[in-house]
């Protein structure tokens, strides 16, 4: 019979005519008590599935144990139905999910309309031109310590850049700081943090002065060009690669990546929101930003991975709940930065492992930065707060990247063999 099903399911996706995007009318984010190992594995059981994405699982099930999610409109009545007939209570986070993406979406293109397309003002989150525009603007203004390189491209032929900053001296190669952003292409606030940080690098320079500073701002610009089609594509999260006889576009680009891949929480199934694709680095994206890390290996001590929606500060591993040789250091000096963005405006950001913190899952970038890619410390910085979820406003694009900034004066004090850590931890 499950054969069956499967037939069927592949028969339906190779004649479809459309791809499946999770429909955001009728969509919902659920926090659902898991207090047994019962409740805990039926709603994992859902972690493949199309139209279910998951923000947080927990490592074991208590009275305190939370599973966040979003579920599609054309699944959430049933699966609501589902949790009920196995008494497992929930609340509703987000009631109208495609009413708080077409408020945000309609901000957005007013504040876009009312902008020059020759400045950025950090009043908006802008499209890949637009990006790519600020880029050469930024080296046009600061020749002397700016350079921009083409990593790559991706599936759709867009260009992937990075933006180098360097005081540079051929005969000295100095520790690099590593920043990029945008793998995940809904998460418009870790592409304008990355923005803001480039243009603070440009106010002090004095930070270059024993480092090199590298930053991606748009690892996945299908993605991110895709999810700025409409609201109906605002929750896209993938690539835009074809996935043949599936009727399925994209790849997780944050489980591509050839460390321990494909072996916890990622799909092999195409449709999946967490598909990992059909190989290590399968994905023209994930290749890119492999070779561009592999080129500077042993240089870069610190790499930070912005994402979004939570608050948190996550280093390796993803795909065990064992924890790395250096997790002191990881964990003491994820700390000192959060004590340091707290000054601007006291949010408060929870430093740990990424299996421990959110849920396992393997082939992420920071997983192979640190597990292959010769970098020292890897961080995965999930922005904002939760209650936002993937649709920030335009209101904290400014206080977001005045944030980051501030942690990443603490990262970059360990590039350059100045620590500051000092804190010892038992949790880690």
């Not at 007013?110 to 020059?116: D, E, I, P």
């Not at 950090?122 to 002397?144: G, N, Q, R, V, W």
């Amino acid at each position: 019979m499950n054969v069956i099903i499967v037939l069927l399911f592949v028969i339906i996706r190779i004649n479809a005519d459309e791809e499946y995007i999770p429909p955001v009318d009728g969509m919902q984010k659920l926090s659902i008590t898991v207090d047994t190992d019962k409740k805990l594995n039926l709603v994992r059981s859902y972690q493949d599935t199309e139209g279910f994405d998951f923000l947080r699982v927990p490592e074991k099930p208590s009275k305190n144990s939370v599973v966040e999610l979003y579920v599609a409109g054309d699944k959430v009545n049933k699966f609501k139905g589902t949790l009920k007939k196995n008494h497992l209570t929930y609340k509703i986070d987000i009631e109208n999910v495609a009413e708080t993406i077409k408020k945000s979406n309609d901000e957005n293109h007013k504040l876009h309309r009312r902008t020059r397309r020759d400045v950025h003002n950090f009043e908006h989150f802008p499209k890949y031109d637009e990006i790519t525009a600020y880029l050469k603007k930024i080296h046009k203004e600061h020749p002397s310590f700016t350079k921009i390189e083409r990593i790559g491209g991706s599936y759709e032929n867009r260009d992937i850049f990075a933006i180098e900053f360097s005081k540079r001296d051929r005969n000295v190669k100095k520790p690099i700081l590593l920043i990029d952003a945008g793998i995940h292409a809904r998460e418009w606030i870790s592409v304008t943090t990355a923005l803001y940080a480039i243009d603070q690098l440009t106010k002090h320079p004095d930070l270059l002065n024993n480092m090199d500073v590298y930053v991606i701002p748009l690892v996945n610009p299908d993605g991110y060009e895709f999810s700025h089609g409409s609201d109906k594509t605002r929750m896209w999260r993938k690539s835009r690669s074809e996935i043949k006889r599936w009727g399925c576009t994209g790849v997780d680009l944050n489980r591509n990546f050839g460390f321990h891949w494909n072996t916890v929480g990622a799909s092999k199934v195409p449709c999946s929101p967490i598909y990992a694709g059909p190989r290590a680095f399968s994905e023209p994206e994930s290749r890119a930003l492999r070779d561009f890390i592999l080129r500077l290996r042993g240089r870069i001590k610190v790499y930070l991975s912005l994402h979004c929606p939570g608050n948190l500060i996550m280093h390796p591993w993803g795909y065990t709940y064992d924890a790395p040789k250096n997790a002191h250091d990881l964990v003491c000096l994820g700390r000192e930065a959060n004590n340091r963005l707290a000054k601007v405006r006291k949010s408060s950001y929870q430093v740990g492992s990424a299996s421990k913190v959110v849920y396992l899952s393997s082939g992420s970038s920071t997983d192979w930065a640190m597990g292959e890619g010769g970098v020292e410390m890897a961080y995965t910085i999930e922005l904002t707060e939760k209650m936002h979820g993937f649709t920030t406003p335009t209101s904290e694009i400014v206080p977001v990247g005045k944030e980051f900034f501030e942690a990443l004066k603490v990262f970059s004090r360990h590039v350059v063999g100045k620590d500051e850590c000092h804190e010892a931890t038992e949790d880690m």
